[in-house]
């Protein structure tokens, strides 16, 4: 079966700690993204990649950086300069950044918090 | 720039009821809307979508209409059931010669009473 993987389910970190989440998908799918999901506010994009070797800052990058070296692979660095971390984060793909292909795959989602 | 405006939660219904949840939009072009579905505890599935006006997308017994002369994207279900229960995201996204990225809203979350 073809989906996105996102692990760990929950994750914690410390203060001054960087941590990174994995996001990998098996659909052969060229956009990747990455959102930040906190309660009671709609999902905000941090980073995007339309291919390998490429990617975007989306609407909240500041605290976060991301890499894109294969096309199944896309995670996300959660750096100590974010001062708010704790969230859902949830990682998408798209056959490309089309309209009419809008991502339509999530994963199940990280929750990270602090300790 | 482009918002989308989704009504209030949390919205509980008995079985059976109809449901309907609000969802307008503010966009500079002529947007692509979606209806996405978040269960506990997963990430979000796509429920239906419209990409152009008078478009009724439909999936699971929901639907929704695109209006564009009030701007809304309204999802119904004539009967909801337990396993409905969740939280609904409208969502839209405007052509943008190949940059193009969803906008939200914020969620409203939905409990089906047995």
């Known amino acids: 079966d073809g989906g996105i993987t996102q692990s760990p389910k929950y994750l914690f970190r410390k203060e001054g700690q960087n941590v990174t989440l994995s996001c990998e998908q098996n659909?052969?799918?060229?956009?990747m993204y990455w959102y930040r999901q906190d309660p009671g506010q709609g999902l905000r994009l941090i980073y995007y990649?339309?291919?390998?070797?490429?990617?975007q800052k989306g609407d909240i990058a500041e605290g976060y950086s991301v890499s894109r070296e294969k096309k199944e692979s896309f995670p996300l660095t959660v750096t100590s300069a974010q001062k708010n971390p704790t969230a859902f984060y949830l990682c998408?793909?798209?056959?490309?950044?089309?309209?009419?292909?809008?991502?339509?795959?999530f994963g199940d989602g990280t929750r990270l918090s602090i300790l | 720039g482009d918002s989308v405006t989704q009504m209030e939660g949390p919205v509980t219904l008995s079985e059976e009821a109809f449901l309907t949840i609000n969802c307008t939009y503010t966009?500079?072009?002529?947007?692509?809307l979606f209806w996405y579905v978040q269960y506990p505890g997963e990430g979000l599935q796509l429920l239906l979508k419209?990409?152009?006006?008078?478009d009724k997308g439909s999936n699971k017994g929901f639907e929704a209409t695109y209006r564009k002369e009030t701007t809304s994207f309204h999802l119904e279900k004539g009967s909801v059931q337990v396993s409905d229960s969740a939280v609904y995201f409208c969502?839209?996204?405007?052509?943008?010669?190949?940059?193009?990225?969803?906008?939200f809203g914020t969620g409203t979350r939905l409990t089906i009473i047995p």
């Open positions: 998408a793909s798209s056959i490309d950044l089309g309209p009419s292909n809008q991502p339509q795959h």
């Open positions: 659909l052969n799918h060229d956009a």
């Open positions: 990649s339309q291919i390998v070797n490429d990617f």
């Open positions: 966009a500079t072009g002529y947007p692509s």
């Open positions: 419209a990409t152009k006006a008078d």
């Open positions: 969502a839209l996204v405007i052509s943008n010669f190949g940059n193009e990225k969803l906008t």
